[in-house]
């Protein structure tokens, strides 16, 4: 397996673990507006866009974000505020009722789920039919970007793409996010999502019984008794195998990235795939250290260095040229 050298982790923030929560902890302050737009999608359901529109007249790239993930998380702002600063027009998406209000129907979103996502393609492009189109995901987002992918091939507008710690194989994030001090995290994004659900439950009840959510302890329980019954999917296995982008890369046609960590505490290594079988056209950049969508060097505490900020723009200015 091939190891990337261009990118040196900060010695102040060693390690898969401090990389990862490294960039929550550091506060910057983004001189960038936002015009937001709610869009209503086919089902009367609605997805929220914030767009960063100003006097950038250059391509338009589609920001997806991570499980529970907002335009308020850390990595948010900060890679719209670098896309835009380098000529980009950015649009960050939210998923269902992840922008501050609770969507119309029971469903919400997956990490298989790419309905919305191309619908919201699609409808930029019906509007910008000369602009050339990107995506970059984070996470969750980076999965069904990859997923996405691999389902249209050459049948969608994307010109190419990005895909930042991606969780390949959910089966294997969901093993891994149990173990040691990753179950911090996994007890983190439960609590997150057992919280909305039962405000949710509130105004929209949900068909399913929600007693056992205070029970719930791991992923896997939770799409178990939740994910793969309100998806219709047979059982958790099930949806970890339908949803998984891992299947669907060797079928990508579009230039993509993917960036990764091999200290991603997220994911066990043996699910990250092996540049060698992956399409001509799919570029792997894998580290041994970044954590999950961390990244962070600078020889300084003080002077952070927000690598991802740096190669993504690089990246897309070099594809889209």
């Known amino acids: ?22 960039p929550s902890l550091i506060k910057r302050k983004f001189n960038i507006k936002f015009q937001r737009e709610r869009l209503y999608l086919p089902d009367g ?49 939210h998923f269902r009722g992840c922008s501050g209000e609770h969507n119309h129907s029971q469903k919400a979103y997956h990490a298989g789920e790419t309905h919305d996502f191309n619908y919201v393609v699609q409808t930029i492009r019906q509007r910008f ?21 691999g389902e249209t091939q050459m049948n969608n507008p994307l010109t190419s793409a990005v895909a930042i710690s991606v969780p390949f194989k959910l089966n294997r994030l969901a093993d891994r996010i149990q173990k040691g001090f990753s179950a911090v995290y996994q007890r983190h994004l439960l609590s997150q999502i057992r919280k909305k659900m039962l405000d949710k439950n509130k105004y929209i009840p949900f068909s399913l019984n929600l007693s056992k959510l205070h029970k719930i302890k791991t992923f896997w329980q939770f799409d178990g ?97």
Request: glycine share 10%.
């Open 1 to 22: 397996m091939l190891v990337n050298l261009n990118f040196k982790p900060a010695w102040w923030l060693p390690g898969g673990h401090l990389q990862t929560i490294g």
């Open 45 to 93: 359901d609605f997805v929220d866009l914030d767009w960063t529109f100003g006097d950038e007249t250059g391509p338009i790239i589609i920001m997806l974000h991570g499980l529970e993930g907002s335009i308020k998380s850390s990595y948010s702002k900060g890679m719209l505020n670098a896309l835009k600063n380098n000529g980009f027009r950015a649009v960050f998406m």
């Open 129 to 149: 039919p000369s602009i050339p189109l990107a995506a970059i995901g984070y996470s969750l987002g980076g999965n069904v970007l990859l997923k996405y992918l």
């Open 225 to 321: 008794e939740f994910t793969a019954k309100i998806y219709n999917f047979k059982d958790a296995h099930i949806y970890y195998e339908k949803s998984s982008s891992a299947y669907y890369l060797s079928q990508i046609k579009k230039p993509t990235l993917i960036i990764h960590a091999l200290n991603d505490p997220f994911l066990y290594v043996d699910a990250i795939p092996n540049p060698s079988d992956l399409p001509d056209n799919v570029r792997l950049e894998l580290f041994e250290s970044g954590g999950h969508m961390g990244f962070i060097g600078g020889g300084l505490p003080w002077r952070p260095k927000f690598w991802l900020e740096e190669r993504v723009p690089d990246y897309f200015k070099k594809i889209l040229a």
